[in-house]
């Protein structure tokens, strides 16, 4: 499954990862690769959570990329 993460700098330089399609679920890192590290274990266990609650899942998504000849 994939899941868009977006991963912003703060002011304080900690990076800061959040799932838009799952609800409040964020995380953070002192380096980008550590922020990418603990959303996807804290998409992982959303994930779980949802499930053992019977709960809907969001689906994947499925991206393409478009070239425009401009």
């Not at 994939?2 to 900690?14: A, N, P, S």
């Not at 838009?20 to 953070?28: K, N, Y």
């Amino acid at each position: 499954m994939k899941y868009r993460i977006l991963v912003e700098q703060d002011e304080d330089g900690i990076f800061i990862a959040e799932c838009p399609a799952l609800p409040g679920c964020i995380s953070q890192g002192k380096t980008r690769t550590e922020a990418v590290t603990n959303i996807k274990d804290a998409i992982e266990g959303y994930l779980v959570s949802l499930k053992k609650h019977n709960e809907p899942i969001p689906p994947p998504i499925y991206e393409e990329i478009l070239e425009i000849s401009a």
